[in-house]
């Protein structure tokens, strides 16, 4: 350990540089002297002596600069210099330095947003809670498909999972919450009593749940709530614990406050309240759930002990649903239990993100690579220009090292005021997707991108790899400095000449190529959006609304709301403007998910390991006229099929080509849920949870057969939805003034809701193809008109010997092209091999579309003859005899 | 007489360390007392002199003091620290294992 002499050496280089630099001279000098006076001694003249001692120190300025370097004064000097240089460069060149800063901040910007998105949606997607790289999601499957999970399955997988560090349910709830005069419908979770325990969130005031909490029917109507809560409609109520507060109709006490910044887990909101699973009855009605292992209900989450996989898990957790499958082949044949990482998250916004997300990744590196290539053609303008300067360094006795060292520090200037600038963009953009979405219609109100070490990591990485990138491309140029050659000559370039503009050229054929792929990308999207937007659904949309009325809060049981039904429709059939009325359990393309069944068909053998299955809607009489849906033959159900009739059901057409293969299915039989039902009608196919799907089997039941106490009402009308909504209030209110009705829109909304993720993925990829394609313009606009200046002199000579402005114009504006087609046809190649990662997000439209292709040469084409164009007419006013006596 | 040989790389370093074990010693004194004692057989480069000097004032081998010269001028004379002088005495014993290994190698009969 010597630091103890180091440390006020190195101090002194620093702080006292003049006195060092001074003794370094002093040192040096008295050297000489001693020498002079030897050589003196041996007969030499004073001048004489005086040269040798200088040769055979060997340059006094060289031995100079080897002790500072010995020093290594020079690594933090040189560094500060470097800054102060850098700065100056930038200051000089105002106009460089903003149009840099511009395009790296824009590159920059993009990639930390689009990366605060994936952290805060797909990777940590919950603040506050703790070990989220251990947390997947947990769900029921029935038959391989995706379904909700029971809470008796639950506690089993909870006591034999021995991977399982914890086990947790959030259910998504909504319930009306009125505070003095204000009622507002707020959205909270029911979640299991270790919930908080858990997450590894502890309440500021009050308790979480207790253990035994999420026991017991209906037995603990207690609640924590949200900081936002408490501040906005307790008012920061410092005595709120223990004080009761009505949800629906069920007063709970408030055991409770959540942290500030404590949003709950559920990607797309961020929950007001949390109430035990002993309570789901209030919330969601249909009799006590947690006795009951046939009513799956349940969304949890399971955090993994430490260095346990994925795949590890689901393993055991697959065990342990086959056995439970065999334990209850009554409620658990055919089901199973799945776990999803985070950000494929079934039954929350992460999953329907996710691809759009992945997309955009690609997309901002993509921007990012054009913002490097755009830079650095900037840089290389300017390198151009300050060739002399190089060449003199050079020459002075700096090292190529040294040169190279400063160019990566002005490109570290500059990245990292892109940087600076990226982050602000990012901050900026944290809420940008979900204003996207809901402009686009979604439901989505809570969905923040998350800047934190992580993020600002991979920007700080992004920005060193920008700096060695826009800092190197310059540097590659002075490589070439030939001494001599660039001290003799000034610059001078020949038109269309290969020599050292190549490098130049292709980091323009790059942008060119990368900004067409986005293009390309992005007008697949637009086609795609346009084409879903269109699609018919196989029902009507505009004159249909939809709407429902919380009946399970109100009390009601169902002897009560089946009279209540029976009377508002009627009343609603008899309103002014309004053409039908019809019941429905589930909206087609709506959150809710339909029933599904085990199906057996009268004279059809199912293969040996076919198990037929069908998904069905409860529907009222008149619900296909209602809705547009076309009543191939038979009948729609009447009110006579209620209760006491027989049962009966209506088919779709692929349910009649798969199982009665095209015969008249009327008067045949089904088997639904152990009970045969007779087919009465055949409806048209429709789209029933997705625009997307394939047509399916798919039938309806009347909803007095299987009855559901809070279906949707719809109505087709002539009238506004406003005229209607107060008809109906009114109406609902003659009948029970307790009773509120819920939201109310057209079925093309709820359809524009399920397509809300593409117009976002459109909106994305046609912004940042946008933003590629005025990069690449300004790119190629300025390698142009840096083209045309150097090669005044060629100009001048080729007017001078008569070629007209049309030939120069011609010769310009043809190298431009040339740069601009080759970069497209390397962009086509590409594109076909890329646009396939668009697959999930294309609806009926091929990834090689040769329209889209078209679309995007035609775009690329036009912007590059526009950014060409300007250089060439300029190029065309060259004149000739200034341009000849210039040299 | 013979062309002066030049050090092998990295005996500056010693042989600076070893010519300061006797006294402190101003740069030119140390070029001088070297090439006396060497019989004028080691010419020490005086452009790799200096920087040398700096390099081991900053690994703590050697300080730096200035003084007066025998001619009364300012003079900045390097001494060696306690740290140097263990270093030195590693260093020599490492260069003379390698030098009479080298003695062997060459007398082989």
Redesign the interface.
């Known amino acids: 350990m010597r630091w103890y002499y180091k440390l006020p050496l190195r101090l002194r280089s620093l702080l006292h540089r003049e006195k060092a630099e001074l003794e370094l001279s002093e040192e040096l000098q008295f050297h000489l002297q001693n020498q002079i006076e030897e050589y003196a001694a041996q007969g030499m003249d004073r001048q004489e002596a005086r040269y040798a001692a200088l040769r055979s120190l060997g340059g006094v300025e060289q031995v100079k600069e080897e002790c500072r370097e010995a020093r290594k004064m020079n690594l933090i000097g040189n560094f500060v210099r470097d800054v102060r240089l850098g700065l100056r460069m930038l200051r000089r060149n105002p106009g460089f330095t903003v149009l840099a800063t511009l395009c790296l901040t824009l590159g920059i910007g993009a990639n930390a947003a689009v990366f605060s998105w994936v952290e805060g949606i797909l990777i940590r997607p919950y603040p506050l809670v703790s070990h989220q790289e251990r947390l997947v999601a947990l769900s029921g499957t029935v038959r391989d498909e995706r379904a909700e999970t029971s809470w008796p399955d639950l506690l089993d997988v909870q006591r034999s999972c021995t991977l399982c560090e914890t086990l947790f349910v959030s259910n998504i709830t909504g319930a009306t919450l009125s505070i003095g005069e204000r009622a507002e419908v707020t959205t909270g979770s029911i979640v299991s009593a270790d919930y908080f325990d858990a997450v590894g969130v502890h309440p500021i005031m009050g308790r979480g749940f207790e253990r035994g909490e999420d026991n017991g029917r209906n037995a603990h109507p207690v609640v924590v709530i949200s900081y936002r809560l408490w501040q906005t409609r307790f008012k920061n109520d410092p005595e709120i614990i223990g004080k009761t507060q009505r949800f629906d109709n069920v007063v709970f006490t408030i055991i409770g406050v959540a942290p500030e910044g404590f949003y709950g887990t559920f990607v797309g909101r961020a929950m007001e309240y949390w109430v035990p699973v002993s309570m789901q009855e209030v919330f969601y009605g249909g009799g006590d759930k947690l006795e009951d292992r046939g009513a799956r209900w349940c969304e949890a989450y399971v955090r993994l002990k430490p260095g346990v996989t994925r795949n590890q898990a689901q393993q055991e957790i697959s065990a342990i649903a086959a056995r439970l499958e065999a334990e209850y082949p009554a409620t658990n044949r055919g089901r199973g239990i799945r776990v999803w990482p985070l950000w494929e998250t079934p039954f929350n916004h992460a999953g329907h993100l996710l691809p759009t997300l992945e997309i955009m990744v690609v997309v901002a590196m993509f921007v990012l690579l054009i913002v490097c290539a755009n830079v650095g053609n900037l840089l290389l303008v300017r390198s151009f220009a300050r060739r002399h300067e190089m060449t003199v360094r050079l020459a002075m006795g700096a090292s190529r090292g040294r040169l190279l060292r400063q160019l990566v520090t002005e490109g570290l200037l500059l990245s990292a005021c892109g940087a600076a600038g990226g982050m602000l963009v990012a901050y900026w953009c944290r809420h940008a997707l979900v204003l996207l979405l809901q402009v686009g219609g979604g439901d989505v109100m809570y969905l923040p991108g998350q800047i934190d070490g992580r993020v600002l990591g991979l920007s700080a990485a992004i920005c060193l790899v920008v700096t060695l990138a826009v800092g190197l491309v310059p540097a590659f140029q002075t490589r070439h400095l030939a001494l001599a050659d660039t001290l003799k000559t000034e610059a001078s370039a020949v038109m269309g000449a290969r020599g050292r503009a190549w490098f130049r050229s292709s980091l323009v054929v790059l942008q060119v190529t990368l900004s067409f792929i986005l293009l390309v990308g992005a007008t697949l999207l637009m086609q795609s959006l346009r084409k879903i937007r269109t699609a018919s659904p196989g029902f009507s949309t505009t004159r249909v609304l939809d709407t429902w009325i919380p009946l399970v809060a109100a009390g009601y049981d169902a002897p009560r709301a089946k009279t209540f039904q029976d009377e508002l429709i009627q009343r609603v059939r008899a309103l002014p403007g309004v053409e039908t009325a019809a019941y429905a359990r589930v909206v087609p393309l709506g959150y809710e998910s339909y029933s599904s069944t085990p199906i057996v068909v009268d004279g059809y053998e199912p293969q040996p390991n076919e198990q037929p299955t069908a998904k069905y809607n409860e529907v009222s009489p008149e619900y296909l006229g209602t809705m547009g849906i076309p009543l191939i033959s038979g009948r729609e159900f009447t009110r006579a099929d209620d209760e006491n009739a027989p049962r009966v059901a209506i088919v779709n057409q692929t349910m009649v080509a798969r199982y009665w293969r095209g015969q008249n299915p009327i008067g045949q039989r089904l088997q639904v849920k152990g009970n045969w039902v007779q087919v009465v009608g055949i409806a048209a196919d429709s789209k029933y949870s997705s625009l997307r799907e394939n047509a399916e089997p798919f039938f309806y039941v009347p909803l007095r057969q299987f009855f559901a106490i809070e279906p949707n009402i719809h109505i087709r009308t002539t009238q506004s939805l406003q005229t209607v909504q107060t008809a109906l209030i009114r109406e609902v209110r003659t009948l029970d003034p307790n009773l509120a009705l819920s939201e109310m829109m057209t079925l093309e909304e709820q359809v524009n809701r399920s397509t809300s993720h593409e117009l976002v993925a459109v909106t994305l990829v046609a912004l940042f193809g946008g933003l590629a394609l005025l990069l690449a313009s300004i790119g190629l606009y300025g390698v142009m008109s840096c083209t045309v200046s150097q090669s005044t002199r060629e100009l001048g000579l080729r007017m001078a010997l008569g070629a007209g402005a049309s030939n120069v114009l011609r010769l310009v504006l043809s190298r431009g092209l040339l740069l601009t087609t080759t970069g497209t046809v390397i962009g086509v190649a590409l594109a076909l091999l890329l646009t396939r990662l668009l697959g999930d997000l294309l609806y009926q439209e091929s990834p090689r579309d040769p329209l889209a292709f078209a679309a995007a040469f035609a775009v690329m084409t036009v912007a590059s003859t526009a950014a060409c164009f300007l250089p060439a007419w300029r190029a065309t006013r060259t004149d000739p005899m200034r341009a000849l006596r210039a040299e | 007489m013979a062309k002066p040989t030049d050090l092998v790389q990295g005996t500056l370093d010693l042989l600076i360390l070893r010519t300061l074990a006797l006294q402190p010693m101003?740069?030119?004194g140390i070029a001088q007392r070297i090439r006396q004692v060497s019989k004028e057989v080691l010419q020490v480069?005086?452009?790799a002199l200096?920087?040398?000097l700096?390099?081991l004032?900053?690994?703590?081998w050697i300080?730096a003091k200035?003084g007066e010269?025998e001619n009364n001028?300012?003079?900045?004379y390097y001494s060696l620290?306690p740290?140097g002088a263990k270093y030195l005495r590693q260093e020599q014993a490492q260069w003379k294992r390698l030098s009479s290994a080298i003695d062997l190698v060459l007398e082989m009969p």
């Open positions: 101003h740069g030119w480069n005086q452009g200096y920087p040398a700096h390099r004032e900053q690994q703590g300080r200035w010269s001028r300012r003079a900045k620290t740290d």
